[in-house]
């Protein structure tokens, strides 16, 4: 099983000709209300690559919180581990312009009290797969890490965003995930080189764990034992890359919990991260087709 703790967010999304500039009004041309959270996505990207699913987090008592939980719900993720705390539920503030690209903010409410403590010890026995990110308090990130990584779970920290992260975490992380920037920030913070391959090589020797880095239309990279290998993602129509990295982060998440191997693990969440691109918002599947893994 696949054990999320994360955030839980309601994104509104605006389409825009561009992302504007600081200081610039543009007019956008849609408004859009749909559920995320790096958490919930990563949480329904695991489901949908077949994986059994539980999400530990916290939403508040408005109603935003419905409509967060609603695609976790209808994809049989389990949701009793989810907290209702009084506290507005978090939201992503989007633009995704004409290309592709996106412009976020995200208030984190409900996510900025979620606790490790509330994630029971049977949870985290040897053979389940933890997956965390950073929109929640990394007090609690490391926390639980600590307790996983003594039980016997396998802990994979997608380091996103980008916030400072004690290195003595890393000691309980079997899988880092970093996007390119991410990447040479904790470079910058660590004193590592900032080159994704270089920065692979160097925090695999340092901290002794599998570190992958995403490159967004160039797949990812990691290292193997022939050395640095780069999986490449097959072409697409790109029409909206928000929540690609989360649908990457998931599909690993699922693939090491069924027993692949960090190649193909890798392979797979390029696989789904490419998908992710072909449809609009986070947590989206394309009309014309079942999720993987939920036929």
Same mark, same amino acid.
């Given at each position: ?67 967060? #939980?609603?695609? #976790? ?57 933890? #997956? ?82 995403? #490159? ?80």
């Amino acid at each position: 099983m696949v054990i999320v703790f994360g955030s839980i967010n309601l994104d509104l999304v605006a389409r825009v000709p561009r992302i504007p500039a600081p200081g610039e009004t543009i007019a956008g041309r849609t408004l859009a209300a749909s559920p995320g959270g790096k958490g919930a996505n990563q949480a329904l990207a695991a489901r949908a690559a077949g994986a059994a699913v539980a999400m530990h987090g916290a939403v508040g008592v408005d109603t935003f919180a419905t409509g967060a #939980l609603a695609n #976790l719900r209808a994809a049989g993720v389990r949701l009793d581990g989810v907290a209702t705390i009084e506290a507005a539920t978090g939201v992503a503030l989007i633009n995704v312009a004409d290309d592709g690209e996106n412009a976020i903010t995200v208030i984190a409410g409900a996510n900025a009290l979620a606790r490790a403590d509330a994630v029971p010890d049977e949870c985290l026995a040897r053979g389940i797969t933890l #997956l965390m990110q950073l929109e929640v308090p990394v007090t609690e990130v490391a926390s639980l890490a600590a307790r996983a990584h003594a039980r016997g779970a396998t802990v994979v920290l997608n380091a996103a965003p980008a916030v400072p992260l004690p290195e003595r975490i890393l000691s309980a992380i079997d899988v880092l995930v970093v996007n390119e920037s991410e990447a040479a920030a904790y470079a910058a913070a660590w004193q590592l080189p900032a080159a994704p391959a270089a920065f692979i090589a160097a925090a695999t020797q340092r901290f002794g764990l599998c570190v992958v880095v995403t #490159l967004g239309a160039r797949g990812a990279m990691t290292s193997s034992a022939g050395g640095i290998l780069t999986l490449s993602p097959p072409a697409v129509a790109v029409v909206d890359t928000t929540g690609a990295g989360d649908a990457f982060a998931g599909a690993l998440a699922a693939a090491l919990d069924r027993g692949a191997d960090a190649r193909d693990a890798v392979a797979a969440g390029v696989a789904a991260g490419a998908l992710a691109c072909t449809h609009a918002g986070a947590q989206r599947w394309p009309a014309a087709t079942s999720p993987p893994g939920l036929k």
